[in-house]
């Protein structure tokens, strides 16, 4: 390779060109717009206007978790500890076809802008704005990790300076995320995924060539290198880890962001079945790249040469592992688009996470706590410095944490911990939940994982839960060198367990508190969440918050302001209701509505008819003010269905009302009426048609 003092000016360039495919990518992107009217801009930044399509929409949703992180991860513990221990790539898999199953659907039907709009809509803003940090803290703290592992990639790899790698990096990624929101992203995400796939898999037969590697047989990768679980308490802790995986994956915005943003329900829900496979295959490359790093010499490679290379290689060192297989067992012009297409990757997984929490902190923040009524306009400007000052955090971050990893791995406990729960219980159960639950399991799981302990981030257990494994000679050794107290291993289930608490106590004190407020054990002045009977006038009178997002206004006076876009433009009177209601019933029972149901149809009609507008009075009422969003496609043939339905009942209603007339007037009208009422019109025949002519014309002779 070429090198220009200590930089390798090969690798540095596929680097740079495959930075401004990705910047050209993502700012050619930024000019789409959606094609359906009436879409809000804030829609159209944090969701594409909910209009990504199957096919960027399988990129975009397999890149929820496929990105630089996944395929180097996946290499180093394949050359670490075995394939037995590869769990991301099945656990993520299982996390998007779940959420697919329990979550895509309804999240998408409901319209939803955000992960936290259910949990503002049933727990109140302020609760929402207590779930925000856990969610906040994953996405920056994923972001800053990213950029951390890219800057040591590029240090160590092409001996290029740390700090303005990460700086020039995150601020690629900050500036087309600014200008195209989610459309960037999506669009980026279809490189990124092609650059992974193109540059890993060309790589690996020159690799898998390489002298110093030797001969691969099935045996390797089913006996020597499957790895082992260890038995015992490690089986428990091996379990632990795979459900933090699975359902752990569910509740982060990068996920629903592209779930919400899709253009039907079923489509997100499809969506997320078809990213689950694609997340395993994806998986493929950098577990046969840790294979070869396995069965590779490193004595006969440039390593040792070039980089002062300690054999075997540094514990430290193995997390590049992926990169090192591309530059040192592959030629110059494949290790060319091999460290490019990997450090594309991971330079395009920042932007979702930093898309993400922007989009958070300035809807279900900034818009529903602090500024109730502020502007569209507004709100976007919020979220546009939020993406600054996010990127900025994480940037910062991952030049001044050394364990920022150790950060993120906290907080990743904290999202399966405290949001999982959470979220399930709300999207499903709603009705069993209320503030003073969440709060309580929210500080439940905060503390049982807390007590737990971190190694990575040297918080030490305040409790040694069954099954402790007290600390080896080895990290004893090492912390000692480091001047720090060995931590041992916490080998009991405890993330599990202070879930499955926090999702226990969700429901029982929420049940708990709503018994004692309405049996009158607790006066009603005490119920300090005004959740269950201390609800105020104005949040009593309106109506189910899923039914859209509103501003309930009365005398310019602001009523009530919930987390979902409007979608109902019409209000049901009581008496409209009633009759709608049976002729569903009848039409369920396939009977015919009878005479004095039709008879009632037609006065109720007829009242509607007479009103006067000038008569109808709203000061007792409070005037809420919607707008409307435009339906899809399909939505709008299905609503076409029912307005078809609908007119075809009203149409049968009318003729059971005219026979019903018809049958008292006298003999010489009954007939005509009642056969209009019973048979479509009557078409003349073209010979009628001439006799009718003829009489005319020799009339008027």
Aim: charged share 20%.
């Amino acid at each position: 390779m070429d090198f220009i003092g200590d930089i390798d000016l090969l690798g540095l360039l596929s680097v740079i060109i495959f930075y401004f495919v990705i910047l050209g990518v993502g700012m050619w992107a930024a000019q789409k717009k959606s094609n359906v009217e009436g879409v809000s801009e804030e829609e159209e930044t944090m969701l594409a206007g909910r209009n990504i399509g199957m096919f960027v929409g399988i990129f975009t949703m397999t890149a929820t978790w496929v990105g630089g992180g996944y395929i180097n991860g996946t290499a180093e513990i394949v050359f670490n500890d075995g394939l037995v221990w590869c769990q991301a790539p099945f656990g993520y898999a299982l996390s998007l076809m779940l959420g697919g199953i329990f979550f895509a659907n309804k999240m998408r039907t409901k319209g939803y802008v955000t992960m936290l709009d259910p949990l503002q809509d049933a727990y109140g803003s302020r609760m929402g704005g207590l779930l925000f940090l856990p969610a906040l803290c994953g996405e920056v703290f994923w972001s800053a990790g990213i950029l951390a592992a890219l800057g040591a990639t590029l240090a160590i790899i092409l001996k290029v300076p740390l700090d303005p790698a990460v700086v020039i990096s995150a601020m690629i990624a900050i500036f087309y995320t600014w200008i195209g929101g989610l459309y960037s992203v999506a669009y980026t995400d279809v490189v990124q995924l092609a650059c992974i796939a193109i540059g890993l898999w060309v790589c690996i037969p020159f690799a898998w060539a390489h002298p110093a590697v030797a001969t691969i047989q099935l045996t390797d990768w089913t006996e020597k290198w499957m790895g082992e679980i260890g038995g015992g308490w490690w089986n428990a802790h091996y379990a632990d880890y795979f459900l933090l995986l699975t359902f752990g994956g569910i509740p982060w915005q990068v996920y629903f962001q592209r779930v919400l943003s899709s253009k039907s329900a079923g489509k997100a829900e499809l969506l997320s079945y078809i990213a689950a496979v694609g997340c395993l295959l994806m998986a493929v490359p950098p577990v046969l790249i840790g294979g070869i790093a396995k069965a590779t010499d490193w004595n006969k490679t440039d390593y040792v040469q070039l980089h002062n290379g300690i054999l075997p290689i540094p514990k430290e060192d193995t997390r590049m592992i992926l990169p090192m297989v591309l530059q040192y067992l592959t030629p110059p012009i494949i290790a060319f688009f091999g460290l490019g297409a990997v450090s594309a990757a991971v330079m395009s997984s920042a932007d979702s996470s930093v898309l993400s929490a922007a989009s958070m902190f300035a809807r279900n923040v900034y818009k529903l706590i602090f500024r109730q009524g502020a502007s569209e306009r507004e709100i976007m400007w919020v979220m546009r410095v939020a993406i600054f000052v996010v990127g900025g955090m994480a940037t910062v971050m991952a030049l001044t944490i050394p364990t920022i990893y150790g950060l993120w791995a906290l907080c990743s406990d904290l999202v399966y911990v405290i949001l999982f729960p959470q979220l399930l219980m709300t999207v499903h159960f709603s009705e069993y939940c209320n503030t003073y639950g969440s709060l309580f399991a929210y500080c439940l799981g905060l503390f049982i994982r807390l007590i737990g302990g971190e190694k990575l981030v040297k918080l030490p257990p305040l409790v040694h839960f069954p099954g402790f494994e007290p600390p080896s000679e080895e990290e004893i050794a090492d912390a000692a060198l480091t001047g720090r107290r060995p931590f041992g291993t916490q080998l009991f289930p405890f993330r599990t367990v202070a879930m499955m608490l926090s999702m226990i106590s969700l429901i029982s004190v929420s049940l708990l508190m709503t018994w004692l407020f309405k049996s009158k054990r607790l006066r009603k002045e005490w119920d300090l969440f005004k959740c269950v009977v201390n609800i105020p006038e104005d949040q009593a009178q309106m109506k189910d918050p899923d039914d859209g997002e509103m501003i309930g206004m009365t005398r310019n006076e602001m009523k009530k302001y919930a987390s979902v876009d409007d979608t109902n433009g019409h209000v049901i009177v009581p008496e409209e209701e009633v009759a709608l209601r049976r002729r569903k019933e009848s039409l369920a029972r396939g009977e015919s509505l009878d005479k004095p149901r039709a008879r009632a149809s037609a006065d109720l009609m007829r009242k509607q008819m007479s009103v006067d507008p000038s008569d109808i009075r709203l000061d007792d009422k409070p005037d809420v003010k919607r707008r409307i969003r435009p339906l899809s496609k399909i939505d709008r043939r299905e609503s076409l269905k029912q307005i078809k339905q609908g007119l075809k009942e009203g149409v049968q209603e009318v003729k059971e009302v005219i026979k019903e007339v018809a049958d008292h007037l006298p003999d010489g009208h009954r007939g005509s009426i009642a056969s209009i009422a019973a048979q479509p019109r009557y078409k003349k025949l073209e010979k009628d048609i001439k006799e009718d002519l003829k009489e005319t014309h020799q009339t008027e002779l």
